[in-house]
């Protein structure tokens, strides 16, 4: 999705509450663009490694599967790099081009020894072949929920397809609480960690909905010029259906670990083997 220029009402952007008022009072000055394209691409960057509890429950599993790693919608390389810091050889496979190249940017500067282990590969995780197996196949960051219903079938095929004997599947999703049927809109200030801006990260999310938006706006817009709003709307993927269709697909599930952190809903790491 391209960036486009907003009405100052911010009419038509889909975005309510506090995210629809931010982009109100910054009015024609607003730049709407997605959190993974061309001007998304290196916000996402800039804060995508404000969560540390995710890799270290990644890497503390990863520890005991051996073997090399496909790291599913590696995106610029959040969960990418931790894996080549452990000594494992990676493929870092993304659908964006503006997120692999972000990648590709990192890697450059990045030493040989890590360099020389890892392979990115611009595809889409529902439909690739990659003519090899590996020891564990990671979908982080609860990325399963960008894929809609029909397109995940694809996923656990090729999953199947490019595991070892043995291997695992590890993905984490979101927990959600089905005593929680009320409206949810959250703010975070989120440090960018390269630009050493701040942002507003506005989630909002009715629990009984199938999807969750994301807006990220500059804490601290300056006073004149366009402004990026970006923001992307995630479907939401409750841990127990997750189950379900793995099962169905054909993997058991060998582990279910809470990830603390991340606010009022958690996300859970599930370890699954093909059968
Ligand atoms: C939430 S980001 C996670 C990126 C990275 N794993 C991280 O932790 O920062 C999700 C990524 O999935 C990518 N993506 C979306 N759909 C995809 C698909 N069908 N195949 C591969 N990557 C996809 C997006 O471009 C984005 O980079």
Redesign the pocket.
């Known amino acids: 999705m391209g960036a486009m220029l907003l009405s100052p009402a911010a009419a038509g952007t889909g975005l309510t509450g506090r995210a629809a008022e931010a982009v109100a009072e910054l009015g024609d000055r607003a730049v709407l663009c997605d959190l993974?394209d061309e001007a998304g691409a290196p916000v996402?960057h800039d804060i995508?490694g404000t969560t540390p509890h995710e890799v270290r429950e990644l890497l503390s599993t990863l520890r005991r599967i051996p073997g090399p790693v496909l790291?599913?919608?590696?995106?610029?390389?959040?969960?990418t790099f931790p894996f080549l810091a452990l000594g494992r050889e990676v493929t870092a496979?993304?659908?964006?081009g503006h997120?692999i190249g972000l990648l590709r940017e990192r890697l450059a500067a990045t030493p040989a020894s890590l360099r020389g282990r890892c392979t990115p590969v611009q595809?889409?995780?529902?439909d690739f072949s990659l003519g090899r197996r590996f020891g564990a196949v990671v979908l982080?960051?609860?990325?399963i929920s960008?894929?809609p219903p029909e397109?995940r079938p694809g996923l656990y095929r090729c999953v199947r397809e490019h595991l070892a004997p043995g291997g695992r599947f590890l993905l984490t999703t979101v927990e959600v609480d089905a005593a929680d049927d009320g409206s949810d809109e959250s703010e975070i200030l989120a440090p960018g960690e390269i630009t050493g801006r701040s942002y507003r990260m506005i989630e909002q999310w009715t629990s009984g909905n199938s999807s969750r938006t994301v807006t990220v706006i500059p804490a601290d817009p300056p006073a004149e010029g366009p402004v990026h709003v970006a923001t992307t709307t995630i479907g939401v993927m409750p841990a127990p259906l997750l189950v379900a269709e793995l099962e169905a697909a054909g993997f058991a599930i060998r582990s279910t670990t809470p990830i603390p952190g991340g606010g009022r809903h958690h996300d859970v790491l599930l370890e699954a083997e093909a059968l």
């Open positions: 993974y996402y995508a790291d599913l919608a590696a995106g610029s390389g959040r969960l496979l993304e659908l964006s997120m595809a889409d995780m529902s982080g960051t609860t990325s960008l894929l397109a």
